[in-house]
């Protein structure tokens, strides 16, 4: 098969690999389309170097296919499966999207929602779960502010917190405000022209550029505010050491941050997938690569010129 093969970090080619096989509770899939986001960029390049210690691998990736997100077809099913049967479309994460084929766990795949192609499929998995998981605490009503709301994670996020009845802010650069007013949201700031105002009941914070002062004083009392990621520190920790910082925080402060791990499961994305049907959220793809392209793909997404989402066809 054709695949994105990465054996050491910081290099990968367009190559030739053999199609993988599934094992106790996994599925084969044939991959449709893949979903990009920061998180490839790190497991192709290995850094910040905490991540090698995570468990992605110490000195080399451990899967030699970058790629996560996914959506695609069920063509063998590993012994204990039952869920799925060869034919199934589905979407989810594995490590190795970026190939014509994958081998994904059952536990990691929901099916597809029946109202997008599967490239709008393969763009919702990572983000759209940790936009959902990081807006749990919202109620109908309250005041939410969007970091990096043109982004992966914070396009899902405006329309999240919308579905959820709250009053949205987004913050983005100007090329994204058009997608976040087109997301529903009531209320958009230009951060290159100027910082936004107001206070809020929680901040999702997808950019991680703004200091931990200057987001505390945006939150309401009891209020909460979410560290997704941040692109800001060095090859070491990179942007982690912000959400390290959290437990630290809070210690005097009634106003609580909380360092954001969002987790992949059938579970969450079922509930993203009723989302979807029931036309609440809508995936924003930006461009679409061939696999050939995959590593633009990454470098589109790594240098920002991505509006929403990204994703690789196959
Ligand atoms: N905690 C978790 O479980 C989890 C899960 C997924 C992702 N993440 C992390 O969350 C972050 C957001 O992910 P994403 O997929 O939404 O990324 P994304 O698509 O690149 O969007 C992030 C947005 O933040 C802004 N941004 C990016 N780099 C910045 C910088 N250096 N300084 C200021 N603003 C910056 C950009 O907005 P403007 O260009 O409009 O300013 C960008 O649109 C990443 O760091 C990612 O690794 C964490």
Redesign the pocket.
Known sequence: MKAVVQRRYGSAVFGDLDVPVPGKGEVLLEVRAAGV???VW?ILTGRPYLLRILGFGLRAPKSVVPGRDVAGVVREVGPGVTEYAVGDEVFGTCEGSFAEYAVAPAARLARKPHNLSFAEAAAVP??GG?ALQGLREVKAGQRVLV??A?????SYGVQIAKAMGAHVTAV??TR?VELARRLGADEVFD?TVADFTGTYDLILD????RPFGRLRKATNDRGRIVL?????GGKITG?FHK?MAAPLLNLFSSKKFVA???SESTDVFDELRVLVENGQVKPAVDEVFPLSEALNAVDH?YS?R?VGKTVVAI
Do not use: N
Request: aromatic fraction near 0%; glycine fraction near 28%.
């Open positions: 986001d920061m998180g790190h990572i983000s940790t970091l990096g043109g982004g992966g994670v914070g983005c650069s994204k951060h997808c950019g991680g550029a997704v990621g941040a692109e800001t942007g959400l954001l791990m969002a997404v920002r991505s």
